[in-house]
């Protein structure tokens, strides 16, 4: 991961000098002192004080030239989520823009997701924010900035949160930078979320990269040589250098393409950056007449630019030794706009706050009004992300109408797709298609280049089975949305005769559940206007009639739920099977109740028990451990030593007697997780070595990091696969053997 330097206020407002005047700068310091007070007393799981983190957000944004406005909510974005400012507050000091701005960051609060799944609240949460971006960019360019800075510190967190941010980030942050065209924060998200949930193979090619790191700056310093030869003789003004490929771009490479590191030649780039368009073709033409193009890696991003904006000649040539070699040529203005994408589009205009110059290719970006669509159409949370990630996130390919204007659509996508992104009208009476002067059926995948003719009749009509050919949750909306009118009665009887008689069929009666307050509800939760909304959106098929029925009978179940608990906790503490220190000094009780571990966790003799492993200890087979009743969570397994564990917990009488059953069979199955410490001097090589004597004793590395302190003493802690507790004390053995390791030792978080 490249190194992170940790900005000072002071640091920020230097860099808002470069371009602000003493206003604006004003401005942006009282946003902080406002932030740093109402942060006053609070502190990240790292241990720092609370205000460096809002600094380095406002950093990241005054380094992208953005506005005062921009700056200022970075500073703020989170004091309505953690502190008692109210967004009014800062609407109030601020204005309405940078109230706008935090309140798109902010997320929903979780009271009101109480009787909601993690899953859901995430979801609600990225739509929120999304809609919030589709109408002020700004708050995306904020958000992007958090969770920078969040992923440089992830390491303070638990390894488990660490992956499913770092899921998340791969997942929707590192695609937004990518579709704004940021490429120096997509670079960096993606990195180091590989970093998190795939650190060996991240290690993996850091070292292979580093192995050959002389060999291929040679070639490179030799291929620049040459080509700078070449270029004086055209009287051009340029800037050349070699870039490297990024660490996540080769892991997809070799995954995608089921290349072996030795087999990926292009881990090294030349770029030329020179000062019009005209030079980039002339550079190009001198390129080309130097060394032999390889077919089909010619690629004209000036003349077609992708659609967030990014402009760039590429082609791949046949360099010195016989070696392909990767060269990019583009102009500074189009240098810009790849690394910092949109923000490079905003001019920032001295002495008028808030207000941004937008060029024809910001405007290009259509993706804020697919987002709005997206948002009218779909009523999910989830199903809105899932359009989101299809549509927009995924890769795109670029067709032509037979008057050369460019449409972009999600790889995979067919002449419907098109039609219906052209317009409505366009896509319902479509009967055909013609490709590159050729009629193709409907199933055609579209490719990059080609020229689509949509036939048409006024007479058509969709068909049904259209929903199937599509990819688009445009198009596929707008086919629903057709029949969804047509069949409107039939569907709205169709629907309520489907939800009664799934309630009839859980022995209940439908007319107890289907109040106009239960009905109301369900019509919140779905976004709907009405019950015949409703009704018919059941009828259709876009909402099941059990989803709405588990809806109406939430409450019923919760309360079912709990008392069930309540009487499993109830029968396991009546059973005499508390833990006293009179049971600890004599033998355990024939009857003592049996943790299962080959198929899974249960307490013998107790079906339907919730229960866990700590996740503070990651008890394992062998290990000796003890349960704690957990109100309303059934029974969580701890290690026996776990500090945990405490005196509280022994004088409630919440503790029982467990033990491991079956601990001799699956010996091959590494079932468990467990959490290691390794404490060493930090040698040249020394995370190397420990990651493959690591590798000679376990399956699977599940996560690896580490810090080095003041003393040169490295400290690296890993989550390793186990089938026991005799596997992982051979695994900790392991670890003492590696030259320069001094401790290696099991943690508790």
């Known amino acids: ?31 902080y002192e406002f932030a740093k007070k109402a942060h006053e007393g609070q502190f990240r799981v790292s241990g720092q004080p609370y205000i460096i983190h809002p600094t380095q957000v406002a950093g990241t944004l005054a380094t992208l030239r953005l506005d005062p406005d921009t700056v200022a909510a970075g500073y703020l974005h989170d004091t309505v989520e953690d502190t008692p400012v109210t967004n009014d507050d800062i609407k109030e000091k601020f204005g309405k823009d940078v109230a706008f701005i935090v309140d798109g960051v902010t997320k929903l609060s979780k009271i009101q997701y109480k009787s909601k799944s993690h899953e859901e609240y995430l979801a609600d949460n990225h739509r929120k924010m999304l809609i919030a971006m589709a109408k002020d960019l700004r708050v995306i360019m904020v958000k992007l900035a958090d969770r920078l800075h969040n992923m440089h510190t992830l390491d303070h967190l638990r390894p488990d949160k660490q992956r499913r941010i770092a899921d998340e980030t791969l997942d929707i942050y590192a695609p937004l930078a990518d579709r704004l065209g940021i490429g120096t924060i997509k670079w960096e998200l993606e990195d180091m979320s590989l970093h998190y949930l795939n650190p060996q193979q991240y290690y993996r090619i850091v070292n292979l990269m580093q192995s050959k790191r002389s ?50 030649y292009d881990l090294l780039a030349v770029r030329v950056i020179v000062k019009s368009v005209k030079d980039c073709y002339a550079v190009l033409g001198a390129v080309h007449t130097k060394w032999k193009p390889m077919p089909g890696r010619f690629k004209d991003y000036i003349a077609v630019p992708k659609v967030n904006g990014y402009q760039s000649l590429h082609t791949t040539i046949i360099g010195p030794g016989g070696k392909p070699l990767e060269i990019q040529i583009r102009t500074e203005a189009m240098h810009q706009v790849a690394e910092y994408g949109v923000a490079a589009h905003w001019a920032y205009k001295e002495g008028v706050k808030g207000e941004v110059e937008q060029t024809d290719a910001n ?76 009629i193709v059926p409907l199933d055609y995948k579209l490719k990059t280049g080609d020229i689509v003719e949509m036939l048409t009749q006024a007479s058509s009509r969709p068909s049904r089975d259209w929903v199937n050919l599509v990819k688009t949750s445009r198009a596929r909306n707008k086919i629903k949305r057709f029949f969804k009118a047509e069949d409107r009665e039939e569907n709205i009887e169709k629907g309520q005769n489907m939800i009664e008689q799934e309630l009839s069929n859980r022995d209940l009666v439908p007319k107890e559940f289907m109040t106009k307050a239960d009905i109301q509800r369900v019509i919140d939760h779905f976004n709907y206007h009405n019950d015949e909304e409703l009704f018919a959106a059941v009828g259709y098929g876009e909402v099941s009639a059990a989803t709405v029925a588990n809806r109406l009978t939430e409450d019923l179940r919760k309360k079912a739920e709990d008392e069930k608990q309540r009487q499993l906790e109830e029968k396991i503490m009546n059973a005499g099977q508390q833990s006293t220190e009179e049971d600890n000094d004599s033998d355990a009780p024939a009857d003592i109740m049996r943790v299962k571990h080959n198929n899974g966790v249960m307490v013998q003799g107790v079906s339907d028990l919730m229960l866990h492993l700590a996740k503070c200890c990651n008890p394992v087979p062998g290990d000796p451990i003890i349960g704690y009743v957990t109100k309303g969570r059934g029974v ?36 468990y997780n467990a959490d290691i410490e390794i404490y060493g001097f930090n040698r040249s090589r020394l995370l190397s070595d420990v990651i493959n004597a690591l590798n000679s004793k376990t399956k699977n590395i599940v996560n690896i990091s580490g810090k080095v302190d003041s003393n040169n003493m490295a400290h690296i802690y890993a989550i390793v696969s186990v089938r026991d507790a005799a596997h992982l004390e051979d695994i900790l053995s392991r670890m003492r053997d590696v030259p320069n390791v001094y401790e290696a030792k099991r943690s508790i978080n």
């Open 363 to 438: 405007k290009k970006l259509n993706m804020f009004q697919e987002i709005l669509e997206l948002q009218n159409e779909t009523k999910d949370s989830h199903e809105f992300m899932k359009s989101v990630k299809t549509d927009i996130f995924s890769d795109r390919v670029y067709v032509f109408t037979p008057k050369g204007d460019v449409y972009e659509l999600p790889k995979g996508s067919g002449p419907l797709d098109f039609a219906y992104m052209i317009h409505s009208e366009v896509g319902a009476h479509s009967v055909g298609a013609r490709i590159n002067g050729k």
């Open 215 to 264: 060999e291929r700056e040679g070639y490179i310093a030799d291929a620049i040589s040459t080509l700078k030869q070449t270029l004086d003789s055209l009287g051009i003004k340029y800037e050349i250098y070699g870039r490297p490929k990024h660490i996540y771009s080769i892991y997809k490479k070799m995954v995608n393409k089921h290349k072996d590191f030795s087999e990926i």
């Open 1 to 31: 991961m490249s190194k992170y330097h940790e900005m000072t206020h002071e640091e920020v407002l230097a860099e808002c000098k470069k371009y602000m005047n003493d206003e604006h700068l004003a401005f942006v310091e009282s946003a």
């Open 636 to 671: 969580t397994i701890h290690r026996a030593d776990c500090p945990n564990i405490t005196e509280e917990a022994k004088k409630q009488g919440r503790l029982i007697d467990v033990a491991w059953e079956n601990i001799s069979k699956d010996k091959n199955k590494e079932n």
